[in-house]
């Protein structure tokens, strides 16, 4: 089995966009289990700087959501 270029981001991707409500970095890790926690945390950086996504609450606890446009 080969992997393509942009297979674990899209993974992630898919995995946000299956979460109604909040979400956090740990449960985007169960429902990928294959891709790393610094690889979760540039998707996630990326999907925060183009609007897709915000923090809502910070810290070691930290909860996501998606921005509803």
């Known amino acids: ?3 393509q270029k942009g297979d674990k981001t899209a993974l ?3 995995a946000i966009e299956s979460f109604t409500g909040s979400f956090s970095v740990a ?3 169960r429902k990928c289990p294959g ?3 610094d690889m979760i945390r540039r998707v996630m950086k990326d999907m ?3 609007g897709v996504i915000e923090c809502i609450i910070r810290g070691r ?3 996501w959501q998606k921005v509803i446009r």
């Open 1 to 3: 089995m080969t992997r």
């Open 12 to 14: 992630v991707h898919d």
């Open 27 to 29: 449960e985007i890790q």
């Open 35 to 37: 891709v790393g926690i």
């Open 48 to 50: 925060q700087t183009e």
């Open 61 to 63: 606890d930290a909860k």
